[in-house]
T-cell receptor, first 110, second 108 residues
Framework: EAGVTQSPTHLIKTRGQQATLRCSPISGHTSVYWYQQALGLGLQFLLWYDEGEERNRGNFPPRFSGRQFPNYSSELNVNALELEDSALYLC?????????FGQGTRLTVV | KNEVEQSPQNLTAQEGEFITINCSYSVGISALHWLQQHPGGGIVSLFMLSSGKKKHGRLIATINIQEKHSSLHITASHPRDSAVYICAVKTSGSRLTFGEGTQLTVNP
């Protein structure tokens, strides 16, 4: 069975542009979580989607947004990119207490 | 103070040594996860604990709910165990709160 898949694996954008990151959860998992791991920092919670609804968001500005589609895949959008948005963005899916993580998208803002 | 504290931050060991990584948390949790992150970023879930002890191969994880403490042990460590080990707790709202991670280097 395929794991949690994220695309693209790497993304380079210039300051002010928009970035779109995608995540496909494990089949049957309805919850998708997005986390940011900036260089030298720990993982920070960004967003949680479940059954197509945003359930919770972390302490990030509104430039960070997303959605979950009927097939439970998810998109993370970052508008008006800033240099400090450069980070590894990880997606995880869960069913009950078990989490599985994707390999991440490394976003570089230049 | 972070809700999840790990120690040590960095750990260097010789192949074959017994390794312990500690995690303390200050909030009520429903579960605690131990994760492994290799260079390149991908994260693998090692254990999910809500009580007691779990063992998988050379890895052992324990949790003491009363003391709000968990440990990850690696027996007979190997260079391929070199990675960042992250403790994460599941609090309200299903989100995970992460420790800062422990960078483990096992030398041959």
């Amino acid at each position: 069975e395929a794991g949690v898949t994220q695309s693209p694996t790497h993304l380079i954008k210039t300051r002010g542009q928009q970035a779109t990151l995608r995540c496909s959860p494990i089949s049957g998992h309805t919850s998708v979580y997005w986390y940011q791991q900036a260089l030298g920092l720990g993982l920070q919670f960004l967003l949680w989607y479940d059954e197509g609804e945003e359930r919770n968001r972390g302490n990030f500005p509104p430039r960070f947004s997303g959605r979950q589609f009927p097939n439970y895949s998810s998109e993370l959008n970052v508008n008006a990119l800033e240099l400090e948005d450069s980070a590894l963005y990880l997606c995880a899916s869960s069913l009950g207490p078990y989490y599985l993580f994707g390999q991440g998208t490394r976003l570089t803002v230049v | 103070k972070n809700e999840v504290e790990q120690s040590p931050q960095n750990l260097t060991a010789q192949e074959g040594e017994f390794i312990t990584i500690n995690c303390s948390y200050s909030v009520g949790i429903s579960a605690l996860h131990w994760l492994q992150q290799h260079p390149g970023g991908g994260i693998v879930s090692l254990f999910m604990l809500s009580s007691g002890k779990k063992k998988h191969g050379r890895l052992i994880a324990t949790i003491n709910i009363q003391e709000k403490h968990s440990s990850l042990h690696i027996t007979a460590s190997h260079p391929r165990d070199s990675a960042v080990y992250i403790c994460a707790v599941k609090t309200s709202g299903s989100r995970l709160t992460f420790g800062e991670g422990t960078q483990l280097t096992v030398n041959p």
